[in-house]
């Protein structure tokens, strides 16, 4: 995988231009990088559904994700410190430098006890969608859901900030809920009339929120009295329009692909 092109959108001081002691100033660039790779190199064949994204003429996938880099303006210490994001968020610097957990770490305090600062908030990848010829790719997925208080409903991939792999027309008909008290109990079905997809919406504070209403939704999980803490809800259902990349383990959701039609 290669970047084509970086484009860089801002560029502002870090923590008003605070010279620390190793590394000198520091400044934060805000860019999207933009990535080609050839869908039939033996390397990528873990990636799943690449095959089946889109290509473009040259026969590669084009694909973008959003970047940020603490950069030194003095030229540093020639050292590169690379971090994944978890979730969109960058943990690096909490976890090695004591720094406070932010969105958007700009100020001196940010960097915690260290020199290096992660970028703002989620950081998000442009993938594009598997697809048979124009239709999109759609298969068996497996989501594990296991809640420590009563929730009524949660995306299908446990996480708000996190996309979900939407239920297909026919899978909204096909799905199965099980749940089971421990990893080794027989797990149990949960009544088909007793959960649907679909999302709890409202009972927030203000007027405009304040009423409560079942939506109807093909990424979210509603369960009929609510999830119970410590209990493994197990839901297999056909999702459609998966993203070709690695298969989402965010929280404990899984998302092997067993099958495409």
């Known amino acids: 995988m290669s970047a084509v092109r970086l484009e860089v959108?801002?560029?502002?001081?870090?923590?008003?231009?605070?010279?620390?002691?190793?590394?000198?100033?520091?400044?934060?660039?805000?860019?999207?990088?933009?990535?080609?790779?050839?869908?039939?190199?033996?390397?990528?064949?873990?990636?799943?559904?690449?095959?089946?994204?889109?290509?473009?003429?040259?026969?590669?996938?084009?694909?973008?994700?959003?970047?940020?880099?603490l950069r030194p303006v003095d030229g540093g210490r020639r050292r590169l410190f690379f971090d994944w994001g978890n979730r969109g968020n960058k943990r690096a610097v909490q976890y090695f430098c004591d720094a406070p957990h932010t969105n958007r770490p700009r100020a001196l305090a940010d960097a915690g006890n260290g020199d290096l600062l992660p970028g703002d908030g989620r950081l998000l990848l442009d993938l594009p969608v598997a697809t048979h010829g124009t239709e999109p790719v759609r298969g068996l997925t497996t989501a594990e859901f296991i809640v420590e208080e009563l929730t009524a409903s949660l995306p299908l991939s446990r996480w708000t900030s996190t996309r979900s792999s939407p239920v297909s027309a026919a899978g909204e008909r096909t799905a199965r809920l099980t749940r089971q008290r421990y990893p080794h109990s027989s797990p149990e079905d949960v009544p088909a009339?007793?959960?649907?997809?679909?999302?709890?919406?409202?009972?927030?504070?203000?007027?405009?929120?304040?009423?409560?209403?079942?939506?109807?939704?093909?990424?979210?999980?509603?369960?009929?009295?609510?999830?119970?803490?410590?209990?493994?809800?197990?839901?297999t259902y056909e999702a459609a329009a998966p993203m070709a990349g690695p298969a989402p383990t965010a929280g404990r959701t899984l998302a092997p692909r067993l099958a495409t039609t």
């Open 9 to 69: 959108h801002d560029r502002e001081p870090f923590a008003d231009g605070h010279r620390f002691a190793e590394g000198g100033a520091y400044e934060v660039l805000t860019a999207t990088a933009h990535y080609s790779v050839d869908p039939e190199a033996p390397v990528l064949r873990s990636i799943t559904d690449l095959d089946l994204a889109p290509h473009d003429s040259d026969g590669v996938v084009r694909f973008s994700g959003d970047i940020e880099i």
């Open 193 to 235: 009339t007793a959960w649907r997809f679909a999302r709890l919406q409202g009972g927030g504070h203000d007027l405009r929120s304040q009423a409560v209403a079942v939506v109807p939704s093909r990424s979210d999980l509603y369960v009929d009295g609510g999830l119970r803490p410590g209990w493994i809800y197990e839901l």
